[in-house]
Each structure stands twice: as C-alpha cells, then as structure tokens.
C-alpha cells in the first residue's frame, strides 16, 4: 500500500514540477510576443500561466506554513501535555471530600 502510495505522490510530483516548467518556459518564450490587441489568445495564455505560477506557489507557501506550525505546534503541546499528564487529582489520589 505504501508502495503505490509512494510512486502516486511522486507522480503528482513530477506533473506539479512540469506544469511549473512549461508556463515558465511558455512565458519567457512568448514575453515579445507580436501582440494583436486586447483579443490576443497568447496574452490570454500568458496571464493563465503566470495565474498557475501563482496559485502552485501560493499551496506550496501554505504547504510549508502549515508543515512548520504543526511541528512547532506539537513540540509545544506536547511538552506541556507530558507535563500535566499525571498531576490530575485521581492521579495523586486526592480525596475530594469537600
């Protein structure tokens, strides 16, 4: 399971890594286009690569964001956690006679 798991991902990689090459290679090509006005379909193209750039860029800031807030967030918790973990009063067996 692991094995599929493993070629799917990258997989996905290498697709994620070929858009990303192809609308770069797309817009540093057709940069000094020969514009045809405001219908012209390569600036068109043009602003749905550098949209994709964008979006791809925008989920991998977010992808390492939130990796970091996780690993910083469950050294912190976890340390605090491990530390109140046996000072309940059933745990000290503290007699609630109030």
């Known amino acids: 399971m692991t094995n599929k798991r493993r070629i799917y991902s990258s997989l996905l ?11 770069f290679y797309f817009i540093l090509h057709e940069a ?18 550098r949209n994709t750039l964008k979006t791809v860029f925008a989920a991998i800031i977010l992808a390492v964001a939130s990796l970091a807030a996780r690993r910083f967030g469950s050294t912190v918790f976890s340390s605090s956690s491990r530390e109140n973990c046996g000072k309940t009063p059933v745990a000290l ?5 109030n």
């Not at 990689?13 to 609308?23: T, W």
């Not at 000094?32 to 690569?49: I, K, N, R």
């Open 93 to 97: 067996k503290d007699k609630l006679l």
């Open 13 to 23: 990689l290498l697709l994620i890594l070929f858009v990303l090459v192809a609308s």
């Open 32 to 49: 000094d286009h020969d514009c045809t006005g405001e219908d012209c379909p390569v600036c068109a193209l043009v602003a749905v690569c």
